[in-house]
């Protein structure tokens, strides 16, 4: 022994020596030398253990590097230690630092070491790398509170779980090259407030299978908002973390929307279900109603006979004397009335029959209640599921996808084949099974469990050596069932953990205390076995509840997953499921055989018969598989059992089904004898009544009132009858019980089948026991037992079903709580716990210290977490409250709380909330509160939630100028208050779905909205959509359930259309393809919504005139036209019609200017072939595309049906109109102006139906000459525009023969003959010719003088009788025409003898340029005179002289207005101004009302 000692001694001093050589230090003198050495090196050789280390006390830093070390020791003797090394030696754990209290930076990389231990005492250690090892998991660093530094590179960890939250110093951590797959796990880094620098794919090292999700360095930057640098990458710029917040932010508000689109489908399959109770619930409740309509009658008979004669209860078959339906107490009844006993017992037997006949009806009513509540648990089951499965789409970014297949899915058909495959009916036969219904599947997508399966397959593929094996691996794929056993886990936790991380590993499946080994089978029957008999013994232990449905199992779920079973072998009964067991083998497997095998050559002398059928093969198995990462689960499939009894009924179930026998029973034992008279309604009560009644002299003997089944609905003096203990009002039509107070006697009230909306006015009843309320229409159980509460302090029995209650669960315990004295409530005893708890409740139902502490939290940011939940929701469960209630308060304890959650505490009231100043966070959901008050206090409220309660106005919230989310889903909100939204400046985000609200008036003011939830409420006209076009950051909406989505047509584009922002619409996203065709149906579309927009109100009949110009406008849809009933006159200049479109529905229009636009027709004329922008709009009601034209067929050339007949006046000007006949102007039999300049018309034409046309202007367009009937109908024209054309020939003008004015400037006339033919116009007083190549011929002006005598104004000026006079001279003698030039056009006065006296001074005509719009028509009900004697001019005046070249043309419509229907005193005058308007020219003398009957002034529009 102590030669062994020597040799390990001399063996110790030469690795002393290597060390001491190694770092320059002398051996001989290491006594005195090495108290000063403080660093230490050696690499490769030469020290195979740590020895030696007392010789250097003051060694600070130490470092081994490829040695052959174990252990680390020897270290006792370095106190002073701050930096050791030991690298790429063997080391296989962490031991004797315990020493090395001073301990700054360990590095232990490239070792074998498996755990992390024994690092507790080293508080000051900062750097610590133990990358290139073997750990599994991150443990016992929990002292390391000073830890800066961490390597974990390269090793086998896959979870980071909560074991660096304590580590709060870490700034840069490695996790590179290791297996962390979940997004999750990368989460909980987010607890390190001071990391700076991650690397979980560092260059060095493999990546984690995370890093290769999509997606993840977003997530990382977004939980992560101090990182600087990620992986390689720099992350320190603003813009990358901006990137990374709008992300997320997206993705949250998406997957906000798919949430509540599954919760809206959950809505509405409860009303669905609601709609069908209500129909099943229609013949039980008449019948019960006719019950006791006839047992309540029967009992007012009885109540005639003595006290004595009576039956003391009703006893059931079990000899209990429970009450039942329709049952009273009338042990207090007491009349002077005798009746005959033979009588009296007929009715107690039809009493007693009428009693059975309400048991099977009550009875029918709990099961449709049952079948109802089951519908709804499976509907909130998969509502639940789904939004679980979005949740967890969400966490994972994308990465974790669950697809909702269908039937043109061709791997749902698969799966639905799959499933229907493994069904054996004999297997189910015993339970009454024909059949499985697949209602559900769902295709898993994920991508880390899919890489880990194929990483894990390809590794064992490659691990074998047969090349058959690579070639047949296929042949060992199955596609096995897992099904959750409800013994040993909770379905509900399991399967998304299933989806999530995948199937369990061994040693967690042992950990859990379960088989070593995931059971799959290929067998449905094999896989549902346990669940079912799970369900069997729940069913059998629960027997009270009687169940409809006969089978406990039906609904169902199994996951189908791929699953490599390798190489497999039989299980051996006895052995442990264990891979130990089976070390060759991946998995086991069990045979599930028969009796009759048809596969010899399967069976195994090992295998079990564990289920034997008629149906079964060897080939059924259960399979054990050991190695979770090759089973990868892609199906979740939802089905449901079907009975041999839902294949022969498959719409009823047998639940509504007709119980004809029922109803002859009812019959039979309702036309038992006595079969009472019917007895006249009472509709009032008097005295004379009343002791009619109740058989009694005076009032004050009446102690037994039956008032039943009258029509009574006030009960007036009542209140006199003091000694009234009896008192029974059913049947009736009482809406209140407001008469029924201050009666100190009564007892007993029976107030059942009437119509009680509330209990408020019930005063003082101090000795009522017993109150039936049944079949009411109660709805608001808190106030209404309140009003029991103080008004019936001994109230025993209470009976309250039947009505409509909101929130019909909570009602027992809230009137448990408030009624304290109960003993029977809803013909149910009333238990001792039942009653403390609710007693407990309802104590905890106010806002007080107790309960902002329990329910308060003082965490100051919001955890960065993706999640649907509000922010109150989410730290409140994560956080302690501030304060134990054990522990004495700070005196600022309230300052300090940031989050209040008080959902479902049954609080009926904010209070006690003033405190809170630095509230952040605030939830109120399910609980009883009707107003927002008591939150003035709280200035810094960002987030508030309040759903579910019974709030109906928005006041209270005008003070929360913070505030950024506001919740208020299913309340009682009737509008949206403008002024208390108009002081929100910061909303972003508002649910008010499930509400009341007819308009969204008012949302308008909260222009910062992204997201707006208002589905489900009362908006039923399409212009409230106007009210949001002017939140221009609205990208979310949702009005699904509101009435106008139903009745819109093409709702979806219509709103699409003119919210152009959106992203998404109730729940679906906004498709390019929705965008194009809202443009194109919807563009440029006048409806009654816009003309509301517009004008600011939607008062459509007041509107009287209408102008919209410049709105691209391209057709006119104001229907119902009715509405404008008052609109008469239009202007539409200045956009895109082609027709009139929609205008000719308008009943009353007058006046319709269409300037600018691109008129070809009155009605759009249908084209072949039709263009898609004409076939889609044709599906739009009033557009004018989809009318056809009243004209009659080709080669017919009768009159088209005369339109709009109330149209005077129609401006059609700049059109590009080239052919006047296809404008069918002649079916607008009534029109009186018609001005269409400015266009390309060659041909006057089409005129032929226009009989009341008085003035007529075709200025500027391209007419050469006039046909023989262009002007064949208008023998009343007064005034025709010519001017500017291309005329040089006047024929055809004889049909005019009342024309007054004619103006035929700038045309082409050359000859003064063609001039001559004016004399068909007898009635013409004004012309101009000027810029004709005739006017420049010194006679043209006194040759018409001289042919038109009639003739009172020519170029604009004023014939006088000098002029007249001279012009008959010239006649006479040629040649003095020819010695005065220019006397066509005198510009000054020529002094002729005895002529000078009666020639009067030139007086300018005084004009009125009229333009700018619809607002300068004017609208009269003048005449026009008879003929032209009637009009005297008294003035003149000149025009400049303009030529077509030189004319400056207007970029404005020619927007005069022109009313033909003049007074008959004075005819105006009109001429072209320099830039193309109209004028109107007046006199001296006129009045101006003919045409402007408001002095000249413009009505107000």
């Not at 800066?148 to 390269?154: I, P, S, T």
């Not at 207090?332 to 009693?355: C, G």
């Not at 729940?538 to 089978?551: F, G, N």
């Amino acid at each position: 022994m102590m030669q062994s000692e020597k040799q390990k001694h001399r063996g110790d001093e030469e690795v002393v020596k290597e060390l001491c050589l190694a770092n320059g230090v002398s051996f001989e003198n290491i006594a005195h030398i090495g108290s000063k050495v403080s660093s230490l090196e050696i690499f490769f050789s030469g020290f195979p253990r740590m020895v030696g280390l007392s010789f250097f006390p003051r060694l600070c830093q130490f470092t081994i590097l490829g040695q052959d070390i174990k252990h680390i020791e020897g270290l006792e003797c370095c106190p002073l230690l701050r930096e050791l090394w030991v690298v790429q030696c063997h080391l296989t754990g962490l031991s004797g630092l315990q020493d090395c209290l001073q301990l700054e930076k360990l590095y232990l990389y490239d070792n074998q070491i498996c755990e992390i231990t024994n690092l507790e005492l080293q508080i000051n250690l900062e750097v610590l790398w133990l990358n290139n090892n073997c750990i599994t998991q991150i443990k016992g660093l929990n002292t390391l509170q000073n830890l800066k530094e961490l390597n974990l590179a390269d090793n086998n960890i896959e979870k980071i779980g909560h074991s660096l939250d304590p580590n709060v110093s870490l700034q840069n951590l490695n996790l590179s090259g290791n297996k962390i797959s979940s997004f999750k796990e990368l989460t909980l880094l987010a607890r390190l407030p001071h990391l700076r620098e991650l690397a979980l794919k560092d260059p060095t090292s493999t990546s984690n299978p995370v890093c290769l999700l999509c997606n993840y360095a977003t997530h990382v930057l977004y939980h992560i908002p101090g990182l600087q640098r990620l992986d390689t990458y720099d992350v320190l710029g603003k813009q990358v973390k901006e990137a990374a917040e709008s992300t997320v932010m997206k993705k949250t508000m998406y997957y906000n929307m798919r949430v509540r689109t599954a919760q809206r489908n959950l809505a509405e399959v409860r009303l669905s279900l609601m709609e069908r109770k209500k129909t099943m619930l229609q013949l039980p409740g008449e019948c019960i109603r006719t019950l006791n309509h006839t047992l309540k009658s029967l009992e007012g008979e009885l109540s005639k006979v003595p006290a004595s004669c009576k039956k003391p209860a009703c006893t059931l078959e079990d000899g209990s004397t429970r009450a039942v339906e329709g049952s009273i107490d009338r042990s207090d009844q007491t009349t002077d009335i005798s009746r005959d006993p033979a009588v009296e017992h007929k009715i107690l037997n039809k009493i007693d029959a009428l009693r059975e006949r309400l048991v099977p009806w009550m009875r029918r009513l709990n099961e449709i209640e049952a079948w109802y509540e089951r519908g709804l648990t499976q509907a909130t089951n998969m509502m639940e599921h789904t939004v679980q499965f979005l949740l967890m789409e969400l966490e994972s970014v994308g990465n974790i996808r669950l697809e909702e297949g269908c039937c043109t899915d061709l791997w749902f058909t698969s799966c639905c084949d799959l499933l229907h495959s493994r069904f054996s009916h004999s297997d189910f036969k015993v339970h009454n099974i024909a059949g499985i219904k697949i209602s559900r599947v769902i295709r898993i997508h994920n991508s880390a469990l899919r890489l880990r399966f194929e990483d894990k397959l390809h590794t064992l593929l490659a691990s074998e050596e047969s090349i058959s094996s690579h070639r047949n691996y296929r042949r060992r794929l199955e596609y096995l069932f897992y099904i959750a056993d409800p013994e040993k886990n909770s379905e509900r936790e399991e399967i998304p953990c299933i989806l999530e991380e995948g199937f369990k590993t061994t040693e967690q499946n042992k950990a859990l205390e379960r088989e070593g080994a995931i059971p799959l089978s290929n067998s449905l029957s094999v896989a549902e076995q346990p669940r079912i008999e799970h369900a069997l013994r729940q069913a059998s232990q629960d027997e009270s509840k009687h169940s409809t449905d006969t089978i406990h199992f039906r609904h169902g779920q199994i996951i189908v997953s791929k699953v490599f079973v390798g190489h497999s072998v039989p299980i051996r009964e006895g052995d442990p499921l264990d891979r130990s067991t089976y070390p060759k083998a991946y998995s086991v497997y069990r045979n599930v055989d028969t009796k009759h095998r048809t596969a010899p050559s399967e069976e195994r002398p090992d295998s079990t018969n564990t289920h034997t059928g008629p149906e079964c093969s060897p080939r059924r198995r259960q399979w054990f598989v050991f190695d979770h990462e090759l089973v990868l689960p892609e199906y979740i499939i939802y089905f449901e059992y079907i009975t041999t009894e839902d294949q022969e009924q498959p719409h009823s179930k047998g639940i509504d089904e007709s119980p004809s026998n029922d109803i002859i029973l009812d019959r039979e034992v309702l036309n038992m004898e006595p079969v009472l008279k019917p007895q006249p309604r009472l509709l009032s009560l008097d005295d004379k009544i009343l002791l009619n009644v109740a058989r009694a002299n005076v009032l004050s003997q009446i102690t037994v009132l039956n008032l039943h089944g009258n029509s009574l609905r006030k009960l007036k003096e009542i209140s006199r009858l003091t000694a009234l203990r009896h008192l029974t009002i059913s049947f009736n039509e009482f809406t209140h019980l407001d008469d029924i107070s201050h009666m100190p006697n009564l007892k007993f009230l029976d107030a059942s089948y009437n119509r009680l909306v509330t209990l408020e006015g019930l005063r003082r009843l101090g000795q009522l026991q017993q109150l039936d309320l049944r079949w009411n229409k109660l709805t608001k159980a808190r106030e209404d037992t309140a009003v029991l509460r103080k008004h019936t302090p001994a109230l025993l029995k209470l009976d309250t079903r039947f009505n409509p209650w909101i929130g019909s669960k909570t009602v027992r315990m809230i009137t448990l709580g408030c009624l304290t004295t109960l003993t029977h409530l809803d013909d149910m005893m009333v238990a001792e716990q039942e009653a403390a708890y609710a007693v407990l409740m309802a104590a905890g139902s106010k806002i007080n210290q107790a309960s902002l502490l329990a329910h308060s939290s003082t965490n100051r940011d919001r955890p960065r977490s993706l999640s649907l939940l509000s922010t109150a929701q989410l730290l409140c469960p994560l956080s302690p409250a501030p304060r134990g209630l054990t522990r004495e308060l700070e005196l600022d304890w309230t300052a300090k709380i940031t989050v209040l959650n008080l959902d479902s505490q049954n609080i009926s009231k904010l209070i006690n909330l003033n405190k809170l100043v630095n509230l952040r966070w605030a939830s109120f959901n399910d609980n009883d509160i009707s107003k927002v008050e008591g939150l003035d206090g709280c200035l810094k409220l960002e987030e508030l939630s309040l759903n579910n309660n019974n709030i109906s106005t928005l006041n209270g919230l005008s003070k929360l100028q913070l505030l950024n989310k506001l919740s208020l889903d299913g309340n009682q909100l009737s509008s949206l208050d403008p002024s208390a939204l108009d002081r929100l400046p910061n909303l972003s985000f508002m649910s008010v779905e499930n509400n009341c609200i007819s308009s969204v008036h008012g949302i308008q003011r909260v222009r910062s909205l992204l997201e707006l939830y208002i589905g489900n409420n009362q908006i039923s006209t399409s212009r409230d959509i106007y009210y949001l076009k002017g939140l221009t950051n609205l990208i979310i909406l949702d009005l699904y359930g509101n009435p106008f989505v139903e009745k819109l047509e093409n709702y979806r584009i219509y709103v699409v259309f003119h919210l152009p922002s959106l992203k998404a619409l109730d729940g679906i996203a906004v498709a390019v393809t929705e965008c194009e065709s809202a443009k194109d149906m919807f563009g440029g579309r006048l409806t009654p919504d816009m003309v509301a927009e517009k004008l600011g109100h939607s008062n459509y009949t007041d509107i009287a005139y209408l102008t919209l110009q410049s709105c691209s406008i391209r057709m006119v849809d104001l229907s119902p036209a009715d509405m404008f009933c008052r609109l008469c006159s239009v202007n539409l200049d200045h956009n895109n019609l082609t027709s009139f479109s929609g205008l000719i529905y308008l009943p009353n229009i007058k006046a319709l200017c269409l300037n600018y636009n691109h008129i070809e027709s009155i009605l759009p004329r249908r084209k072949a072939p039709l263009t898609n922008r004409q076939i889609l709009f044709s599906k739009v009601h009033s557009s004018g595309y989809g009318q056809q034209s009243p004209s009659k067929g080709k080669g017919e050339t009768g009159p088209l049906e005369p339109l709009m007949g109330s149209l005077e006046v129609l401006h059609l000007s700049h059109n590009g109109i080239s052919n006047m006949a296809n404008l069918q102007l002649s079916r607008l039999t009534n029109l009186k102006a018609l001005f269409l300049q400015g266009n390309e018309i060659s041909q006057v034409e089409g005129l032929e139906g226009l009989h009341q046309l008085r003035e007529l202007v075709l200025d500027r367009n391209r007419i050469k000459a006039l046909a023989d009937n262009s002007f064949i109908a208008q023998n009343v024209l007064l005034e025709l525009h010519l001017a500017e054309n291309r005329i040089w020939e006047l024929n055809h003008l004889d049909p005019l023969i009342e024309l007054r004015k004619l103006f035929l400037g700038m045309n082409k006339l050359q000859d003064i003959t063609e001039l001559d033919k004016l004399e068909v116009l007898p009635s013409l007083t004004e012309l101009s010719v000027i810029g004709n190549p005739v006017a420049r011929n010194s006679l043209h002006r006194p040759a018409i003088v001289l042919r038109l005598s009639q003739l009172q104004v020519l170029d604009e000026v004023m014939i006088t009788l000098e002029e007249r006079t001279r012009a008959e001279l010239f006649s006479a003698d040629p040649s003095t025409c020819c010695q005065c030039p220019g006397a066509s056009l005198p510009t000054t006065v020529t002094n002729l003898p005895g002529l000078l006296s009666l020639m009067p001074q030139n007086i300018p005509l005084r004009g009125t340029t009229i333009s700018g719009g619809l607002q300068n028509f004017m609208h009269g009900q003048d005449n026009l005179p008879s003929n032209v004697d009637e009009a005297q001019p008294h003035s003149t005046s000149k025009y400049k002289k303009h030529r077509l070249g030189n004319a400056v043309r207007s970029g404005q419509a020619d927007n005069t207005f022109r009313h033909v229907q003049i007074t008959r005193s004075n005819l105006p005058t009109t001429g072209l101004l320099h830039d193309g308007n109209r004028v109107i020219i007046t006199y001296p003398s006129q009045e101006q009302d003919s045409r402007f009957p408001n002095g000249g002034k413009p009505p107000p529009m």
